[in-house]
């Protein structure tokens, strides 16, 4: 049973591109809650629609001007749907309520303004506040994050951090205006081992600091299994899975969680063997009839490749996508 109360009900999220003829779907029908003090674990192949779904959450994916995007669906924070709020109201919710950490963090940075103004800026946004209160603020929060020498480095410009001082400064800048939901997106890719390990002892010391909520996406599953209390298993833009965390990987049901864990190597065990899944990932346009995994399913069966299946409980708060769930 899921503790505390729910802040963020993600209901029937549709998000297609306009195409020359056609539109594209990218995130087709996601359904996702995050309640209060909870990280919830956001995990699939790469270009299946976590990115889209978060950035959709956070009201960016619509550029300014001609819109490139058809969105459907709601998008219920605190009982509010941010998906009818205007640009203003979302702007006033953004860093206030909701911030996010984006991939590869330095090239997230802008490259032309100090790194001490960057991160004040969402502070800078949302009140007026003197320059020199507020430098002290960044201030603070650098050495929150364990921002070597913060004073002097306030001035510095993204190209003198390193890849794990930039995703350091992008924690700070999400959180210096006390969010109570954080969008994290691959907030460990392109850092090192040691690095990695680093980034998420920051991230659960600030979760607990700041009484967070987290929305945490990746394809590594050692971090979905160690941050994360609830899991969502996305594949083809659709969520197909999702349970606690010990249920999605001591239990799983369906045929591409299976897969997913079968090609992680267990040191544990008496012989290493490692699985995977045949085939690659599907890119969009998607366009796969009945269950989208079934190309690659050893399951499969003919009505597989007709019946779209639906998410449904198979047992007390595990649901799956899959026709054949309940008798494999």
């Known amino acids: ?27 087709d029908d996601v359904d996702l809650k995050i309640h209060e003090g909870e990280t919830v674990g956001l995990i699939g192949p790469t270009a299946t629609g976590k990115t889209v779904t978060a950035k959709a959450i956070l009201g960016i994916l619509q550029p300014i001007g001609k819109p490139i995007w058809k969105i459907e669906g709601e998008v219920i924070y ?14 006033k919710l953004r860093g206030n309520e909701i911030s996010m950490i984006f ?8 490259p032309d303004f100090i790194i001490g103004y960057q991160t004040g800026e969402p502070v800078e946004v949302h009140e007026k506040i003197k320059r020199q209160r507020l430098r002290k603020m960044v201030e603070d929060y650098f050495g929150k994050v364990k921002l070597p020498d913060p004073k002097k480095r306030y001035r510095f410009s993204r190209e003198q951090f390193s890849g794990g001082e930039s995703q350091r400064i992008m924690i ?26 680093q980034v ?28 994360s209390d609830y899991v969502y298993v996305m594949y083809a833009g ?50 796969i009839p009945g269950c989208v995994f079934h190309p690659r399913c050893e399951y499969v069966e003919d ?10 409980e198979i047992e007390s708060d595990h649901y799956v996508a899959c026709l054949r769930a309940k008798e494999t």
């Open 238 to 287: 659709k969520i197909i899975e999702h349970s606690d965390v010990y249920t999605i990987f001591k239990k799983p049901k369906h045929p591409f969680t299976r897969g997913l864990l079968s090609a992680v190597l267990d040191i544990r065990a008496d012989r290493y063997e490692l699985k995977g899944i045949p085939g690659e990932p599907p890119q969009p346009p998607y366009n």
């Open 103 to 110: 991939q590869k963090p330095k090239s997230s940075l802008h």
């Open 172 to 197: 700070a800048m999400a959180l210096i205006y006390n969010p109570s939901l954080l969008l994290a997106d691959e907030p460990t890719s392109d850092l090192d081992v040691t690095v990695q390990r």
């Open 303 to 312: 009505y597989c490749k007709e019946k779209i299946p639906p998410v449904e």
């Open 78 to 91: 605190k009982g509010k749907d941010l998906l009818k709020l205007s640009e203003e109201e979302f702007r």
């Open 200 to 227: 998420l002892e920051l991230l659960k010391k600030m979760k607990k600091e700041f009484g967070l909520s987290m929305l945490l996406i990746t394809h590594d599953l050692g971090v979905i299994a160690e941050m």
């Open 1 to 27: 049973m899921r503790k505390g109360k729910k802040l963020l009900h993600v209901k029937n999220l549709n998000t297609s591109l306009y195409g020359k003829e056609d539109l594209i779907k990218i995130v």
